[in-house]
């Protein structure tokens, strides 16, 4: 009966915008985690638990307490299972029984386990729940998050504001800490969901979900294996031909050799098939949570750009050459600006304590100058001006910060760097690195942020993420990529 | 033409095609392979020898030996009937040294190629994602360096175009220090050909075409393996 002719992509929009939320098994002993985490929920929550020890605790949280789903009156598009195992496939049977969206199901200890308990019940709620076409997320995971609606699987996890980030993650823990993470860097998400074992929904549809999504811009993946391989490669060709698809790969270095009778077999290792499969694809190949939280910034705040020609504005004589090294590790180049660009400087830059070929170290004409901000808006202005530069990289120091010391302070250089932001037409962004404290460099940063200026914490993880951004760009046109 | 080959192999209980059986097997399908003839006698390789002309190259023919230099069973740049007839005696000598059991068709013959870049092109089946082709230049640098890109079947052309330009030896096929350089174009043909043909013949598990000279306004390929999916 819950067998329906719509598409998965069609239901699963029922599961990502609920009206209402049923929890079913939530405790004292997890915090009521659940429970709380539905507290700023724009619609009508429940909880299902028969063990009357919880009743008075569920009651605080102003909840409403039924002894089954059945009980509750009223459709429930989205439950959330925080049940003993054992006890997974009647919740399951409830479920196509009240003709729910879909159910997440937090409860672990299934075939994750390797043991045959886990690896039986897992069998029995994915008979019963396909079969009956129930969307069941999970096991063991965290289900959906949804800003917008107040909807969150983490008490921690802000709401409210909605944004145009979707992330799709395997793991409950990756999906939790990027989208706290992410608002730190001002990120903001359209929806997220954590996929567990994937019993029934894998990761492809959900991609195909957060694809036809029109809340999402970008998307972000961790995912560790697929089922259907050939379906989610067509699915991510088609997908990331319209929006940017991130894609974090775990478990890579798991892979052992392979028994094979051709060269190609040998070195077709996992890894490397994956590496070409995003490549072929032109998703977004990232390594880790930081290199996640990076590059989404940079879709988000920089502007596009496929030049690889880098413009760098650098505090110190030793900074500029550092700088320069890792942007040029990272593939990207340094090269010398035009002549007329070379006249300008001359006019108000203090070679003396500095210099301007490009890098720029503008230690005299900057830190220790008195034209420091109508010297950094022209420094800024002849690398916009200058057709041998693509993108252009300020580094800030904390040592001597040039920023106003209160926030609360009009803040010169700060405005003048949002005024360049918005005019300017190149790929810009800041890095400011941890000298002597990691507090202030963090609220350097988050100023920045707060103004939309993307902002970095080491040259290292700008640059790397400056090369992904453009070559994105380059292959949107086409362009070769080594 | 290709599914007999497929079938007597399976029907004989090999899912290794031999040398001369996976060249006939790429040939029925249209790619450029250097003609090889399989020769059961000494009189019958040299015979052959004259009529492809020379030099020639003799191999051992045999699903039981698979690295064929290793144990002596491979003699190139043979110039005249003679060399053929010695090589002939000395391959088969080889062959039954190192392996007694060894089922022995007989001796492959071909005209030595003349020199190009080496490259190779191959296919296998990954677990997740089905057929997957390989590119790279051949000896040391795909057996030692791994210098080699992948992409998922089926290729675009700008795929096929991508993976040749992905590889560090790139600059090697451009034509380097007064070497011929490789017609592109043909290299990306050819990964396009693979593709449609892998697509298309499910019951190969793996192979490799290794090495394909390249040359300037072409490609061949020298040498061929082949893997069939067992039947279960």
Redesign the interface.
């Known amino acids: 009966m819950n067998k329906s002719t719509d598409s998965v992509t069609t239901r699963l929009d029922r599961v990502f915008n609920p009206r209402s939320v049923a929890v079913v098994g939530d405790k004292q002993a997890l915090g009521y985690m659940w429970l709380k985490s539905l507290s700023a929920f724009k619609g009508d929550v429940y909880s299902v638990q028969i063990d009357p020890r919880e009743f008075s605790g569920i009651a605080e949280l102003g909840v409403k307490n039924f002894p089954s789903l059945m009980d509750i009156p009223g459709p429930v598009d989205y439950v959330i299972a925080a049940v003993p195992r054992t006890v997974a496939p009647a919740i399951v049977k409830d479920c196509i029984k009240k003709q729910v969206g879909g159910v997440c199901f937090f409860t672990s200890g299934f075939a994750e386990t390797g043991t045959e308990e886990g690896i039986r019940l897992q069998k029995a709620i994915t008979d019963l729940a396909g079969e009956a076409g129930l969307l069941l997320i999970g096991p063991n995971c965290v289900g959906v998050y949804n800003p917008r609606i107040g909807l969150r699987h983490n008490p921690i996890q802000v709401y409210g504001e909605g944004g145009s980030v979707g992330f799709i993650a395997q793991s409950g823990t990756h999906a939790t800490l990027f989208t706290i993470a992410g608002a730190r860097h001002r990120i903001k998400f359209s929806k997220s969901v954590s996929y567990g074992n994937a019993a029934i929904l894998d990761s492809t549809e959900y991609l195909d979900y957060l694809g036809t999504d029109n809340e999402t811009g970008i998307i972000g993946m961790y995912i560790e294996?697929?089922k259907d391989?050939?379906r989610?490669?067509r699915s991510l060709k088609e997908i990331a031909e319209r929006k940017p698809v991130l894609i974090w790969r775990g478990g890579e270095s798991e892979e052992g050799a392979r028994a094979?009778?051709?060269?190609?077999?040998a070195?077709?290792q996992?890894g490397?098939?994956w590496?070409?499969?995003i490549?072929?694809c032109g998703a977004i190949k990232v390594e880790n949570l930081d290199e996640m939280l990076d590059t989404v910034k940079a879709l988000l705040y920089i502007k596009p750009g496929s030049g690889t020609r880098v413009g760098l504005i650098a505090m110190s004589g030793g900074q500029s050459v550092a700088l320069t090294d890792a942007f040029a590790r990272a593939g990207l180049s340094v090269p010398v600006l035009t002549q007329s660009s070379y006249e300008r400087l001359a006019g108000f830059f203090n070679i003396v304590g500095g210099s301007y070929r490009n890098p720029f170290d503008v230690s005299s004409s900057f830190l220790m100058s008195d034209n420091a901000i109508s010297n950094m808006a022209n420094m800024l202005d002849v690398m916009e001006q200058d057709p041998n530069i693509d993108s252009i990289v300020l580094e800030l120091f904390t040592i001597i910060s040039p920023f106003s010391k209160d926030l609360k302070e009009p803040d010169p250089l700060l405005d003048t760097i949002v005024e360049f932001k918005d005019r300017s037409k190149k790929p810009f962004l800041t890095i400011v690195s941890t000298a002597h404290s990691e507090p202030l460099a963090l609220e350097t940063r988050n100023r920045l942020t707060s103004k939309g200026i993307p902002s970095f914490p080491t040259f290292e993880r700008g640059a790397k993420t400056l090369k992904r951004l453009v070559d994105y760009h380059r292959f949107k046109e086409?362009q070769?990529?080594? | 033409m290709t599914s007999k080959i497929i079938t007597s192999a399976l029907k004989s209980g090999r899912t290794?095609l031999t040398e001369v059986e996976s060249k006939q097997l790429v040939a029925s399908a249209g790619f450029p392979v250097v003609e090889t003839k399989l020769a059961k006698t000494k009189d019958e390789a040299i015979e052959i020898s004259k009529k492809l002309g020379f030099p020639v190259v003799l191999k051992i023919v045999s699903p039981d030996i698979?690295h064929k230099s290793d144990i002596g069973g491979v003699k190139l740049n043979l110039t005249s009937a003679a060399q053929v007839g010695r090589a002939y005696t000395e391959i088969i000598a080889a062959a039954k040294k190192s392996n007694k059991k060894a089922d022995i068709h007989g001796v492959s013959v071909q005209k030595m190629a003349k020199p190009g870049v080496e490259v190779?092109m191959?296919?296998?089946k990954?677990?997740?994602?089905?057929p997957?082709?390989?590119f790279?230049l051949g000896g040391v640098f795909?057996?030692v360096l791994?210098d080699?890109?992948?992409?998922?079947v089926p290729l675009a052309r700008?795929?096929a175009?991508?993976?040749i330009?992905?590889i560090k030896g790139y600059p090697l096929l451009e034509g380097y220090r007064g070497q011929e350089p490789a017609n592109i174009t043909a290299l990306e043909d050819l990964l396009l050909k693979l593709s449609d043909f892998v697509d298309k013949t499910p019951q190969i598990k793996?192979?490799?075409l290794?090495p394909i000279f390249a040359y300037k306004d072409r490609a061949v390929a020298v040498d061929a393996?082949v893997?069939l999916e067992s039947q279960e």
């Open positions: 294996a697929v391989g050939r989610f490669f094979t009778a051709s060269h190609t077999g070195l077709a996992s490397a098939v590496q070409a499969l490549k072929q086409g070769y990529l080594n | 290794v698979i190779i191959g296919m296998t990954d677990a997740q994602f089905g997957v082709l390989m790279g795909v057996e791994k080699v890109a992948f992409r998922i700008r795929d175009s991508q993976m330009r992905e793996e192979m490799d290794n393996r893997i």
